[in-house]
């Protein structure tokens, strides 16, 4: 509990921990917002497309004019300032570097970033958590074999939890499931980016003046960004995906002790160790009081009556049998909490969250109808949402993860509501050739758990 003390040398040192950022959206701005009021870390290149919106961030979160111009890496190394590029491999690249940040949300981005940072002798801290679900297990695997980290980004809600269930664990506790919250209904798995502004309650003028991404913000809400967070969370923390993914049970958080337990000890999961999203809002359309929308959680197991009675003891929330309790975390600052996992792995070489198996997959589902010929649109778009699945029963099915269903077409009609598999589409030899896909499938060669028995 010594971090701020320990950047604070590192900074009195003239040593700093040197972080590459790449993507400057809405997360990475945030990070930039704090980054210039943290000691011992020195941003030193930031990486995006547009130039001209990493201006805008920096000047929307405090930075001055001053700090940002500087024409080479090798300058912002000697005078402490940061670089802009829109050259994210030669960032990458730049002498001194210690850990890149990966916050794009593109899949295909992530990996290749990843995969130039492991070249290049770099820490990396994925933000990118659609890349992560998609390649994470074996990018961590390719990290740790060169003695780098690969870590999850603190204050996203994937390392959040993970956090929790590490507490409960060396603790001594059973994790009986872990999760978050958010706000459900069925109909939101159809939303498209023409009709999701009208459930957050904005207009479109409104949400494209605070440069919102509709296709973004519709993964939230159609359920595909609940199940990439959730796999992430099985992959790292060693827990499963119920058999039907997601159920989105309605629940108040001094309902978790009680609802988010197995069956037959009154809750509604269906095996100890599984991950959850409990929604904020009744099947009716009612917000429920003291809800965990923005939340985190882990549940977990007395394993004695002494326990239980210390529970008792302490004013614990628990289920009837004073059995099982939970932990939650009201808020997640995204960004603004990123420098936690810049410390960790700066300065003690720990992730603050990684993939360790191949556990859970996001496949595509059809949130219409779609007719051969048609292009798939990806994630939040119009066309498929992500399921969350067991790894096994995704690669038994032959499932198209949702990270790569973009830019592929339909060869035969798909039915609403049925899952996008490979037999459905047509992958031409230059898809093969992405590195998403290349890596992708080699994590379910060396990675993929044993495929299920056909019955």
Not at 92 to 107: F, H, M, Y
Not at 249 to 259: N, R
Not at 291 to 317: E, H, M, Q
Request: with cysteine; charged share 20%.
């Amino acid at each position: 509990m010594n971090l701020f003390s320990q950047l604070q040398s590192r900074h009195d040192s003239g040593r700093p921990i040197r972080v590459a950022l790449i993507g400057a959206g809405k997360f990475g701005s945030m990070f930039l917002s704090q980054i210039r009021l943290t000691p011992g870390i020195h941003l030193l290149g930031i990486a995006d497309l547009s130039i001209d919106r990493v201006s805008r961030a920096l000047l929307e979160t405090g930075w001055v004019q001053e700090d940002i111009q500087v024409k080479s890496i090798s300058q912002a190394l000697v005078t402490k300032k940061t670089f802009i590029t829109d050259d994210s491999i030669t960032l990458i690249q730049g002498a001194g570097l210690d850990i890149v940040i990966e916050a794009t949300g593109i899949p295909e981005a992530g990996v290749r970033h990843a995969l130039a940072a492991i070249d290049n002798g770099r820490h990396i801290i994925m933000v990118n958590v659609e890349a992560d679900v998609l390649c994470g297990p074996l990018l961590a695997r390719r990290a740790k074999a060169a003695g780098l980290v690969y870590s999850m980004a603190y204050g996203d809600q994937p390392s959040l939890i993970s956090e929790q269930v590490d507490w409960a664990r060396a603790c001594g506790f059973e994790v009986v499931s872990a999760g978050k919250g958010t706000l459900y209904m069925p109909e939101f798995h159809s939303s498209t980016p023409d009709t999701v502004w009208d459930h957050y309650g904005l207009t479109k003028g409104r949400a494209r003046k605070s440069g919102m991404n509709a296709k973004m913000f519709n993964s939230f809400l159609d359920g595909t960004k609940s199940g990439i967070e959730m796999a992430a969370v099985s992959n790292s923390c060693d827990l499963m995906p119920g058999p039907n993914g997601l159920s989105f049970p309605v629940c108040e958080v001094e309902q978790l002790a009680s609802k988010i337990i197995p069956w037959e000890d009154g809750g509604c999961l269906d095996h100890s160790g599984q991950v959850e999203v409990v929604s904020s809002r009744s099947r009716g359309g009612i917000d429920v009081e003291s809800n965990l929308r923005w939340g985190t959680y882990v549940t977990f197991r007395a394993p004695s009556d002494y326990v239980k009675g210390c529970f008792s003891d302490y004013g614990l929330i628990t289920d009837e049998s004073g059995t099982y309790s939970a932990l939650w975390r009201p808020y997640h600052l995204i960004g603004l909490e990123l420098g936690i996992s810049v410390a960790y792995v700066g300065l003690f070489g720990q992730a603050t969250g990684c993939p360790t198996s191949f556990r859970a997959d996001v496949v595509a589902t059809a949130k219409r109808g779609l007719n051969a010929g048609e292009i798939l649109d990806g994630e939040g778009g119009f066309m498929v949402w992500g399921r969350l699945m067991d790894a096994a029963h995704s690669l038994h099915l032959g499932a198209v993860p949702i990270g790569l269903a973009h830019q592929i077409q339909i060869k035969r009609n798909v039915k609403e509501g049925d899952i996008i598999l490979w037999d459905d589409v047509q992958v031409s030899g230059q898809f093969q050739r992405t590195i998403g896909y290349v890596i992708r499938r080699e994590m379910e060669l060396v990675m993929g758990p044993k495929k299920e028995k056909s019955h």
